[in-house]
T-cell receptor, first 112, second 109 residues
Framework: EAGVTQFPSHSVIEKGQTVTLRCDPI?????LYWYRRVMGKEIKFLLH????????ESGMPNNRFLAERTGGTYSTLKVQPAELEDSGVYFC??????????FGQGTRLTVV | GQSLEQPSEVTAVEGAIVQINCTYQ??????LSWYQQHDGGAPTFLSY????GLEETGRFSSFLSRSDSYGYLLLQELQMKDSASYFC??????????FGSGTRLQVQP
């Protein structure tokens, strides 16, 4: 069974540019989550999809962040325009049940 | 809102036992989970407690006391490969995981 895959693994962009992160969850997992870890701090919740619907986007920092989940399959997280404080590791996770979430390897975003 | 507290760092020697504590405050509670993350890697699931008591999985055990809003992860027979960050996480009314800041465990020879 393929795990959660994220692309790209690394991205370095200039302030003001746009970056789109992609997440392919485990097939059949209705729940998809985006998290961010900044500078070795806590893993902070961004948003939660159930199938194609946004269940909770209370963690999205501002309107520069836009997440979509087309057809309830893969998800994208777009940052436009990127700011320096957006640097960090963005993790995607998916789950079928409420007990265990499976994480991808993350996308390390560096805004310079 | 939700908040979790756990120690930032713990150091122990190979073969020893270490306990990582976690206290939480949350508006709703559906369970306490533990995740392990090696540097540069993905957080991986270790254990989940929905009810009070001890859950054992090999060298790792996890405990929950809902009345005290407290849990811990117990690692026995420590190995060098156990050096990693350990996160407690609560599943609250939103059904999403809220993570603590993580405990960095260093296992020394």
């Amino acid at each position: 069974e393929a795990g959660v895959t994220q692309f790209p693994s690394h991205s370095v962009i200039e302030k003001g540019q746009t970056v789109t992160l992609r997440c392919d969850p485990i097939s059949g997992h209705d729940n998809l989550y985006w998290y961010r870890r900044v500078m070795g701090k806590e893993i902070k919740f961004l948003l939660h999809f159930v199938k194609e619907s946004k269940q909770d986007e209370s963690g999205m920092p501002n309107n520069r962040f836009l997440a979509e989940r087309t057809g309830g399959t893969y998800s994208t997280l777009k940052v436009q325009p990127a700011e320096l404080e957006d640097s960090g590791v963005y993790f995607c996770a998916s789950s079928h049940s409420n007990t265990e979430a499976f994480f991808g390897q993350g996308t390390r975003l560096t805004v310079v | 809102g939700q908040s979790l507290e756990q120690p930032s760092e713990v150091t122990a020697v190979e073969g020893a036992i270490v306990q990582i504590n976690c206290t939480y405050q949350t508006s709703g509670f559906y369970g306490l989970s533990w995740y392990q993350q090696h540097d540069g890697g993905a957080p991986t699931f270790l254990s989940y407690n929905a009810l009070d008591g001890l859950e054992e999985t090999g060298r790792f055990s996890s405990f929950l006391s809902r009345s005290d809003s407290y849990g811990y992860l117990l690692l026995q027979e420590l190995q060098m490969k156990d050096s990693a960050s350990y996160f407690c996480a609560v599943r609250d009314g939103r059904r999403a995981l809220t993570f603590g800041s993580g405990t960095r465990l260093q296992v020394q020879p």
